[in-house]
């Protein structure tokens, strides 16, 4: 039987974490005809154990190796019953009812391909989760001592939407894959996440920009917020050579790459 809405959460090694997202979905999505899978890469024993003895209801599907995470996510899909999918990283804690209002704004508005909500800090303050698309000076900007300067500051600003009223709706280029809904309708009409970029990094920003290509839109949705435990793993660097020495900066590079010699030459389709 199809269910309303399937919520698809993606893990890598951190049960802990994976623990506090689950218990907030259990305790703060409201509507009754919804089923949560986990997908879990590098599956460890103390996983899999929590999630027999602690979670019964959840579909767990386990994998030996590192999946990535549009590997992940096009497994959910594959899986999921529900006419509305939730994408969530586990490092996502959900508030009182903002699933069930980020589904009933997409229920609303059949023309909204992806409804991002707002993300949040655990100390409060807003972390960016909306987007214009990535320009090559932008992520170089953005990971090397070059962003201090002004010229610089300005470029990552407007990546940033700064130069818009942030605490209203509006159509972005693309939100952060580690909170955003899609209804199966606009899915099938789009397609599963790109696979070929790596591990992780821009197939968030893909997927989006192809939903824009399909005649959707990408929606940042302020009124609903969700907690992020955004690591800092890939967060800018000092010196263009301590790129080579942090791999998830050098995995955000390589995919990076690909995506800008997908769209070589291609406009977007979002005209902002």
Known sequence: MNKDLSIIVTSYKNPSVLRLCLESLKKNVLNENFEVLVLDSSTEEDTELMMRENFPDVHFFPFKENMGFSRLVNSGLRKAKGNYILIL????????????????????????????????????????????????????????????????????????????????????DWVMGSAMMTSRKAFEKVGFMEENFGFMYFEDVDWCRRFWDKGLKVVYYPHVKMFHYHGKGSASQSALGAIFLNKLTREHIKSALKYFWKYIGKESPHKK
């Open 89 to 172: 990283n586990a490092d996502i804690i959900v508030e009182k009812k903002s699933a069930d209002m980020l589904l009933q704004e997409l229920k609303k508005n059949p023309q909204i391909g992806i409804i991002g909500p707002k993300l949040m800090n655990f100390d409060g303050n807003v972390q960016p989760s909306c987007f214009r698309l990535y320009t090559p000076p932008v992520i170089i900007y953005r990971r090397t001592f070059l962003g201090k300067f002004p010229f610089a500051k300005r470029k990552i600003d407007k990546f940033l939407y700064k130069d818009k009223d942030l605490g209203k709706t509006q159509e972005v």
